[in-house]
């Protein structure tokens, strides 16, 4: 990370994102998500692909409405990935790496 100024830092971003992510995303449809989580020592920055496998706008439930497909998330990566919540607990630990010290943090958000 490149600092300008006390109030200005520059992360680089596009560098980091694999290349197999961007040609597995030109292949198949998907949404890129890039996420950015602010901390006290630093930006975070988090990648993944969501696909909803099995989604078809053509498919209605019984009140007519578009049928639910839970997303999927694939080449997760980054600095941080999100808990996995159901029912207001953790069914997958979420965790992000401390700017400073590199240590991976284990959360449950």
Wanted: glycine residues 10%.
């Amino acid at each position: 990370m490149e600092t300008l100024s006390p109030a200005t830092t520059r992360s680089p971003v596009a560098s980091r994102i694999p290349d197999e992510l961007l040609q597995d995303l030109r292949q198949s449809r998907g949404v890129f998500r890039l996420k950015i989580r602010l901390h006290d020592d630093g930006v975070l920055i988090g990648w993944d692909i969501e696909r909803r496998p099995g989604y078809d706008p053509k498919k209605r439930n019984q009140y007519g409405n578009p049928t639910y497909v839970a997303p999927v998330h694939t080449f997760v990566g980054g600095d941080f990935r999100e808990a996995e919540i159901f029912n207001g607990k953790a069914v997958r630990m979420g965790w992000y790496i401390h700017p400073k010290t590199g240590e991976r943090i284990e959360t449950d958000f």
